[in-house]
T-cell receptor, first 113, second 109 residues
Framework: DAMVIQNPRYQVTQFGKPVTLSCSQT?????MYWYQQKSSQAPKLLFH???????NEADTPDNFQSRRPNTSFCFLDIRSPGLGDAAMYLC????????????FGQGTRLTVV | DAKTTQPNSMESNEEEPVHLPCNHS???????IHWYRQLPSQGPEYVIH???SNVNNRMASLAIAEDRKSSTLILHRATLRDAAVYYC??????????FGQGTRLTINP
């Protein structure tokens, strides 16, 4: 059974129209991550939560926001998507300890038209 | 974030062992060495991790240098399904999991 579920798998949005991507987990992990991955590049960390403590990467654009209403769910909001935001968005979870493995969802591929 | 260095690409033949190197000269005492791989069109998946001692699991082995400044992921008998991008990542107590560029592994039939 999938333990980190991302919905939808594919999302098409219009230039400038707000879009929300969702992630849920059944592992009860206290850390959740959002990554952006463009073609032939490594996943780039956008931000992560440790419980409700939000940690933004310094180079994450203000256009990207996130919400974590409870342990199981996390959302990525793109306020005004541009063509350059088209990418695969990956959600992952882990425990906080350094030895803890991370579990990834299958990703949401975002297309901006 | 402690940095890792990996070759951009490697190539091997099916059913032969593969040794994927990773340098991490700035590793701190509390950093664990993690390896993940990403198959085409999928999210990354965990492969193995270690702290100081060599580790084995059903997928691979991890050999860690005595000074911990480098490590090697070993696939004992590569199959075509092992073709992926392999990432070596250091993870300490800061919760973050930051990917480097990884090694693209090609397996020849």
């Amino acid at each position: 059974d999938a333990m980190v579920i991302q919905n939808p798998r594919y999302q098409v949005t219009q230039f400038g129209k707000p879009v929300t991507l969702s992630c849920s987990q059944t592992l009860n992990h206290n850390v959740m991550y959002w990554y952006q991955q463009k073609s032939s590049q490594a996943p780039k960390l956008l931000f992560h939560y440790y419980d409700k403590d939000f940690n933004n990467e310094a180079d994450t654009p203000d256009n990207f926001q996130s919400r974590r209403p409870n342990t199981s769910f996390c959302f990525l909001d793109i306020r005004s998507p541009g063509l350059g935001d088209a990418a695969m968005y990956l959600c992952a979870t882990s425990r906080v300890e350094g030895w803890s493995e991370a579990f990834f969802g299958q990703g949401t591929r975002l297309t901006v038209v | 974030d402690a940095k890792t260095t990996q070759p951009n690409s490697m190539e091997s033949n099916e059913e032969e062992p593969v040794h994927l190197p990773c340098n991490h000269s700035t590793i701190s005492g509390t950093d664990y060495i993690h390896w993940y791989r990403q198959l085409p069109s999928q999210g990354p998946e965990y492969v193995i991790h270690g702290l100081t001692s060599n580790v084995n699991n059903r997928m691979a082995s991890l050999a860690i240098a005595e000074d911990r400044k480098s490590s090697t992921l070993i696939l004992h008998r590569a199959t075509l399904r092992d073709a992926a991008v392999y990432y070596c990542i250091l993870r300490g107590g800061a919760q973050k999991l930051v990917f480097g560029q990884g090694t693209r592994l090609t397996i020849n039939p």
